[in-house]
């Protein structure tokens, strides 16, 4: 527990107007999308860089725990306060577009800002900003870019690692630092914002973020294809990939997760397909568009596509990514518990890998629909079991496990966008041998040598 002279401190720091022990923020910065629980001491609203500066140094001083937070929207409890602490919110105060470079096609926003708002505001003035996770209506920049977020557009345009040109940052002993620069290229020294990326808040609490911008292009359409079987959409993925043309979006949904989405929604899908696939292509010219369809469609007959259909209108494109969108929802009628991965493999191995879940699905009598971004072969992949019944959740974690070990074994990693956090840190030795883990301390261990810095997450304790 923080006693009262540390809460004076802060007061100090933020103001008494920025901190808050009361129950109700404890409980409401307790959880995040995991549904898991654990209250903080305290809730600290930095106001901006120095603050975090200050807090910062205090908490090393006084090996006071902190976990950094943004929207609280992480599936791997990446800001969940498991250890207690502080928990630094940064979504009130730091959410500020602070420049968009027209010249030089760059944003620089402060951890607060909301993926989509600043998605709108580059827009506005023609440019764009790709990286676009399901979250992406609330999620902020920051949280985006502690766990290196990903979304549709990943297949053609590439996730948040791929648009960060510089950071700056608050150390754990309180020192700023200014990563990487507002250049196209930059060798000079490590990569430190490139660590920075992905770390889930365990290196340090990142204040400003400047980001690549690109031209918006001017034209998109979308169009979806019914396969028979899930192996003949997963090998149209891969060969449309290779064929010379990148969708920006390819996207599946199996079996299941077709059912699921019709008896939730009633939207007159094919329920007894294999699987559908999602795209969307972009561009300046409408021939470019044709010939980039044109080509999909091909793809797709050639490996068994018995239906292709292409929206002629905004509203036909939303009906068709309407059951993309509303995919997870939709799996609650398969049990009250789901466990929701994100595993990845080279597009390749798509086939094969899914032809492995499913027969773990048949091994443990469960289901497991998969849905997800298999133009970048990012797969979610989720466990469905009775909450209520402890037999089907110990169940389920086996079958988490061999779903892992299925993924590795075919060259996979076990998250593509979620991170590690809690949920996915007893896993690492799966994925990583004991040099790289030591590896993986060290460099926690140089940025934070108190450990005071969202400890237990990504399995580094």
């Known amino acids: 527990m923080i006693d009262t002279k540390h809460l004076q401190e802060f007061i100090l720091i933020v103001g008494e107007e920025n901190i808050y022990s009361d129950k109700a923020h404890l409980i409401a910065y307790s959880y995040d999308a995991t549904r898991e629980h654990f209250e903080p001491d305290a809730v600290v609203f930095p106001r901006d860089e ?19 937070r943004g929207a ?25 577009i602070l420049e968009i470079d027209m010249k030089n096609m760059v944003a620089i926003v402060q951890p607060g800002v909301i993926n989509i708002d600043l998605q709108r505001a580059v827009e506005e003035v023609g440019l764009f900003y790709p990286p676009d996770p399901a979250s992406q209506e609330y999620s902020t920049i920051g949280g985006n870019v502690s766990e290196n977020a990903g979304g549709m557009r990943a297949a053609k345009y590439g996730i948040t690692k791929d648009y960060v040109m510089a ?56 169009a979806m294809g019914v396969f028979e079987s899930v192996s003949q959409a997963m090998e149209a993925v891969y060969k449309t990939m290779a064929s010379g043309i990148t969708p920006v979006a390819m996207e599946f949904l199996d079996n299941l997760t077709i059912r699921a989405v019709e008896q939730t929604f009633h939207k007159g899908l094919p329920v007894e397909a294999g699987a559908l696939l999602v795209t969307d292509v972009d561009g300046n010219l409408e021939d470019d568009l044709d010939y980039q369809l044109q080509t999909i469609q091909r793809v797709f007959k050639e490996n068994g596509c018995s239906e292709f259909k292409i929206a002629r209108d905004d509203k036909e494109a939303a009906d068709i990514w309407f059951a993309r969108r509303n995919a997870s929802p939709s799996l609650s009628i398969y049990g009250s518990k789901k466990l929701n991965e994100d595993v990845t493999v080279p597009r390749s191995a798509l086939p094969e890998l899914l032809e492995k879940f ?48 299925a993924t590795i074994d075919l060259g996979g990693t076990l998250s593509g966008e979620h991170g590690i956090g809690l949920a996915k840190a007893p896993y690492m030795s799966m994925a990583f041998t004991d040099e790289e ?13 108190n450990n005071i810095l969202n400890p237990a997450k990504m399995g580094l304790d």
């Open 358 to 405: 499913y027969a773990i699905a048949d091994k443990y009598k469960i289901n497991i629909p998969c849905f997800g971004h298999t133009g970048d072969g990012n797969v979610h992949t989720n466990v469905m079991v009775d909450g209520k019944d402890p037999e089907q959740v110990k169940i389920a974690y086996l079958a988490i496990e061999e779903v892992f070990q």
């Open 167 to 222: 950071t700056r940052a608050v150390l754990p002993n309180g020192d700023i630092i200014k990563a990487g620069k507002r250049t196209i290229k930059d060798v000079a020294g490590y990569n430190i914002s490139g660590i920075l990326i992905a770390s889930e808040g365990t290196l340090a609490v990142i204040s400003e973020i400047t980001l690549k911008l690109i031209p918006k292009p001017k034209l998109t359409k979308t």
């Open 72 to 96: 609280g929207t992480g599936f791997t409890g990446g800001a969940l306060p498991s250890s207690g602490g502080i928990v630094l919110a940064l979504e009130k105060h730091m959410n500020k």
């Open 437 to 449: 883990m030591n590896l993986f301390k060290s460099i926690k261990k140089a940025f934070d040598p």
């Open 50 to 68: 120095e603050d975090i500066s200050k807090i910062l140094q205090y908490c090393n001083e006084h090996k006071i725990i902190i976990v950094p």
